[in-house]
């Protein structure tokens, strides 16, 4: 739904701004933070650097927006699968998930919080740390769900949950490499298959 509120001097927006943050966290999932430019980003949203800069913030704000619609959106299933009823259904949904979002035909390969921090330079280390911040709290998260998982008995009692936690997101962020790299559903979700083999039961 677009945001209705009126821009400065009281002249209504002239620009769906929700569409155009979609648009935007496209262009940075398919180009990461440095590879996409202003100039790509507001010819993508459809709007002048002028807008952008009203709407939005700077690119750092920009982006900062884009990957918050990220986790709730093609990232969402990180929440969902810590649901699943076992630990073993965590692991694998949020590996089959991330499969999904990574070669999804609605969206680019590879995923935004990986793409996002390729080629960090000095002026881009604040995007760097927040996608580390990101991504280890998606790890904090699996590990407190694996934990809870050795308290109900889900999981065995010398099972590790940081440990887990870890080669899930390991073989999560592999996934999404390999996506970027080409890599399609069925031969990625093999790599899933391979990687669940060595579930404690």
Not at 25 to 43: D, H, I, K, P, Q
Request: glycine share 10%; with cysteine.
């Amino acid at each position: 739904m677009g945001d209705s509120s009126r821009a400065v001097m009281g002249r209504p927006r002239e620009f769906d701004i929700d569409q155009a943050l979609e648009r935007a966290m496209r262009v940075f999932w398919a180009r990461g933070y440095e590879g996409a430019s202003l100039a790509e980003l507001t010819r993508a949203m459809g709007i002048t650097k002028t807008s952008m800069y009203a709407a939005y913030g700077n690119k750092e704000q920009l982006f900062r927006k884009a990957l918050q619609r990220y986790g709730a959106g093609p990232a969402a299933y990180v929440t969902r699968a810590l649901e699943e009823p076992t630990a073993r259904a965590v692991a694998l949904a949020f590996l089959r998930g991330a499969v999904c979002t990574t070669t999804s035909p609605d969206g680019p390969s590879g995923c935004l919080a990986v793409q996002g921090a390729l080629a960090s330079s000095d002026e881009s280390r604040p995007i760097h740390d927040l996608l580390v911040d990101w991504r280890n709290d998606a790890g904090v998260r699996l590990e407190g769900r694996f934990r809870r998982a050795v308290d109900e008995g889900d999981l065995p009692r010398d099972a590790d949950p940081r440990r887990l936690a870890r080669f899930v997101m390991t073989v999560g962020f592999g996934i999404a490499v390999q996506a970027a790299n080409g890599l399609g559903p069925a031969e990625l979700d093999e790599i899933v298959d391979a990687a669940m083999l060595g579930w404690p039961v």
